[in-house]
């Protein structure tokens, strides 16, 4: 069980940080290198262009597939939670929740449009724009265990200023409010209202529109290798180019931040395979090897008939007890058929290539455990048809499951925002600032979220920071 952080200390910023290691001396107006182009490099790149002076030809965002057939965010389920047992998540979680459902995105959208020459409101995004639905989240459990795990995180809720989650303490309760489940083998659950979920393609799509248009530089390609310094700075990077027949070319920058997702690994296996044959002396050695890792999810669009009357507006995105989950498409109404989106983290999680050929949802989870699951909770699942299915990446790091946030010990203009482990869509407003924090003022601001400990050293110092609230 974790020991609740107090907020005056997950919100102030320590005197001495192993975050304040960025290179001393840059030009008055430095160029940012982005390496990734989804949910948090689009974000960094806005905070860049929002709460800075940037120019936007000072940024170059760099990305394998700018179609985003392959993008994490966009083939995910769109949620945002606050229910987490880690402070810094549910601080994080809350501010993507004031971001993409309250109109913090609309306004750094237009803010970011009026500053660097486009008219405030000439930028095609309004608060329709995400669709989001407040739907909720619910958490199932069966054991006394994991109602004390619920309660605990209702207290870091509240610690933050939230409301508390709302607690069904025994079956009944919990049969009364959502009358679809069997509860036969519930101790009982939690909602946390106010969390939902959204369109992420929308957000991906109408960003990345923006950026070019303020006059962002934007690449389509894979970076490869890296050129550094003797004493490990990074100068530039190699970039494959996506489209055939072109030559790789350098890009350079005074920062670069690996933003890249699932394939945050292969490009930190680039600039160390550089830097160990290009003369890099007098550096720190490196026992544990980078954790974060591209591995697969699936989720599966069913439509299920004879759903009995229910009295909620929305079913809430529902993990239950063996890690199955599924959420409402749409609106339920009584009588009608029902709509879902379900999937579920995999018994067996193999280490994958980044590689668009292994998009293919994996079936045996379907027929092998989601179903069942889902017809042993809700019995009208038992006709469920499946309408559409997918794949989809996901950046898991392998030793904590949480990101890593901050500058590389050895490469010090190289700014880490990576591995949050399908966190990443909702944790992006979040980490965005920070990552500008931290690459214009060398720490987080007061008042901001203090991700001081989700710095790259705590893996090789043993001091991993681990969420239970993983889906």
Same mark, same amino acid.
Request: charged share 25%.
């Given at each position: 069980m974790h020991t609740l952080r107090p907020l005056p200390s997950l919100l102030s910023f320590p005197s001495k940080s192993p975050l304040l290691r960025r290179i001393s001396s840059v030009p008055s107006s430095p160029h940012y290198t982005i390496c990734g182009a989804g949910a948090v490099g689009l974000s960094l790149c806005l905070s860049l262009l929002t709460k800075t002076s940037t120019p936007p030809s000072n940024i170059t965002l760099i990305d394998p597939d700018l179609t985003y057939a392959r993008n994490s965010a966009c083939l995910s389920a769109g949620g945002v939670r606050t229910a987490f047992t880690v402070p810094e998540n549910v601080a994080a979680g809350l501010e993507g929740l004031k971001y993409y459902r309250d109109g913090g995105w609309v306004k750094d959208v237009n803010e970011a449009g009026e500053r660097h020459g486009m008219g405030r409101g000439d930028t095609d995004v309004n608060g329709d724009t995400l669709q989001f639905q407040e739907g909720g989240y619910m958490f199932l459990s069966s054991t006394d265990e994991g109602m004390d795990s619920l309660k605990h995180t209702s207290k870091i809720r509240q610690s933050l200023g939230l409301p508390p989650s709302t607690i069904f303490s025994d079956p009944s309760s919990l049969s009364s409010a959502y009358p679809y489940l069997n509860v036969s083998d519930l101790k009982g659950g939690a909602v946390t209202e106010g969390d939902g979920w959204f369109d992420p393609y929308s957000f991906i799509t109408s960003t990345m529109k923006l950026v070019k248009n303020l006059g962002v530089n934007v690449i389509t390609g894979q970076v490869v290798q890296a050129k550094l310094e003797p004493e490990g700075t990074l100068t530039s990077v190699k970039v494959d180019p996506s489209e055939a027949g072109k030559t790789s070319f350098d890009v350079k920058g005074d920062y670069f931040v690996n933003a #890249?997702?699932?394939?945050?690994? %292969? %490009?930190?296996? #680039?600039?160390?395979? $550089?830097?160990s044959t290009s003369g890099v +002396?007098?550096?720190?050695? /490196?026992? *544990?090897?980078?954790?974060?890792?591209?591995?697969?999810?699936? *989720?599966?669009?069913?439509?299920?008939?004879?759903?009995?009357? *229910?009295d909620v507006e929305r079913i809430p995105l529902t993990v239950n007890t063996d890690g199955v989950w599924f959420r409402g498409v749409g609106k339920v109404e009584a009588g009608k058929d029902v709509e879902v989106i379900c999937g $579920? +983290?995999? @018994? *067996?999680?193999?280490?994958? @290539?980044?590689?668009?050929? &292994? %998009?293919?949802?994996?079936?045996? @989870?379907w027929e092998g455990r989601i179903w069942e699951s889902l017809y042993n909770r809700v @019995? #009208?699942?038992? !006709?469920?048809?499946? &309408? /559409?299915?997918?794949?989809?990446?996901?950046?898991? !790091? +392998?030793?904590?499951? /949480?990101?890593?946030?901050?500058?590389?010990?050895?490469?010090? /203009? %190289?700014?880490? &925002?990576?591995?949050?482990?399908?966190?990443? &869509?909702q944790q992006a407003p979040s980490v965005g600032k920070a990552g500008m924090e931290l690459l214009t003022e060398g720490k987080f601001k007061e008042g901001s979220i203090d991700w001081s400990r989700f710095d790259l050293e705590r893996f090789e110092e043993g001091r991993l920071v681990f969420e239970e609230g993983i889906v």
């Open positions: #890249a997702g699932a394939g945050g690994g %292969l %490009l930190m296996e #680039a600039i160390e395979r $550089c830097a +002396t007098a550096l720190p050695s /490196n026992s *544990v090897p980078y954790p974060v890792k591209a591995r697969k999810r699936s *989720v599966f669009h069913i439509r299920s008939r004879g759903f009995p009357e *229910v $579920c +983290t995999p @018994e *067996v999680d193999p280490d994958l @290539e980044y590689r668009e050929d &292994l %998009l293919e949802p994996r079936w045996g @989870e @019995e #009208a699942f038992g !006709n469920a048809k499946v &309408l /559409n299915s997918w794949g989809g990446f996901y950046e898991y !790091n +392998t030793s904590d499951q /949480n990101g890593i946030i901050g500058f590389h010990p050895k490469h010090r /203009n %190289l700014l880490i &925002l990576n591995g949050f482990s399908g966190h990443g &869509l």
